[in-house]
């Protein structure tokens, strides 16, 4: 009977031909003397040079290692998005594969695991990047993430994160979310540690992040503070954004009709259509909200029905497989 793994390393790779070596002989260093069953997950992420080709000739070496390759560069998120759909763990660690994150710390997120923490995510606290450029933005970004989204957390950029396989695989990540994993998953309710974490200047090549990527950042956390606050208050966010159209089409359409009754003159048909216009976007949301909520109550109904079920179910299963024994 196969070992099931414990532990899968995550990494995604994009133009890091000298780095992927390195740091495939600091995760085996790292994960080997912890003596539990491991893979390592390397997604190349559209490389350009031979990190694939060096990728493939490890993973020759060591059948530890599996590949993952893309066609294109789709991104960071993306890359871990398909390391996690197909890693085989139980628990995952992602980082990145440009030697700043050190392997010798998943130790300590381990632990954290082992103590019923579901995700753990890794602090830079003597982090060795360039002031202006990263270091103030990404103050500034994870002062804004806590205040949205009111989960505390150091250093969202960290890539280097520990996470429970069942809780990880169910949430959807693309553009930049894997930076809000944390937050996405706090609305399961599950519990967050965070890990002091070693971080080294880059050896090889040159970054491939920058401040162009604050635009998309600021629009993840719009859609993250959606998510978090008004999922299962759909009637709310709705009601929200129609009160201002409510405000403007009934003011246009007083106006409208006093300006006729004061002046005895025809009703401005501009002023009124176009009070008519915002008053029926207003309803259109209200009824989109009522119909969020009727959608929201009817699939908690169901999973709540096909958790009792499924109780029912496991529970003769059991007692089968006992009589059985």
Known sequence: ????????????????????????????????PLQIPFEMVFVDDGSKDSTLARALELARQDPRIRVVKFRRNYGQTAAMAA????????????????????????????????????????WRHQRQDKLV?????????????????????????????????SVIKNIPLYSEMHRFIPAMASIAGIRIAEVKVRHHSRRFGSSKYGLSRI?????DLMVIKTLASFS?????????????LLIVGFSLLGYALTASLLSNAATSLP?????????????????SGALGELVYNLSDMREHDFARLTQRVGARTVATGIEAQ
């Not at 050190?102 to 954290?112: G, R, T, V």
């Not at 270091?135 to 960290?158: E, F």
């Not at 635009?215 to 629009?219: A, F, I, Q, S, T």
Request: charged share 15%; glycine share 8%; proline share 5%.
């Open 1 to 32: 009977m196969r070992t099931p793994i414990k532990l899968s390393v995550i990494v995604p790779f994009y133009n890091e031909q000298d780095s992927i070596g390195p740091m495939h002989a600091a995760i085996v260093a790292a994960v080997a």
């Open 83 to 122: 390391g996690i759909e197909y890693a085989k763990g139980e628990i995952l660690v992602t980082m990145d594969g440009d030697l700043q994150n050190d392997p010798a710390d998943i130790e300590n997120f381990l632990q954290k695991i082992e103590q019923g923490y579901d995700v753990v995510v890794g």
């Open 133 to 165: 450029s990263r270091k103030i933005p990404s103050i500034i970004a994870n002062w804004l993430i806590g205040k949205v989204t009111g989960i505390a957390i150091k250093d969202n950029g960290c890539s280097l994160k520990a996470y429970r396989a």
């Open 215 to 219: 635009y998309k950042v600021l629009l």
């Open 232 to 244: 299962a208050r759909p009637l709310l966010w709705f009601g929200l954004l129609a009160v201002p």
């Open 271 to 287: 002023i009124a259509g176009s009070g008519v216009i915002f008053l029926t976007s207003a309803f259109i949301l209200l009824f």
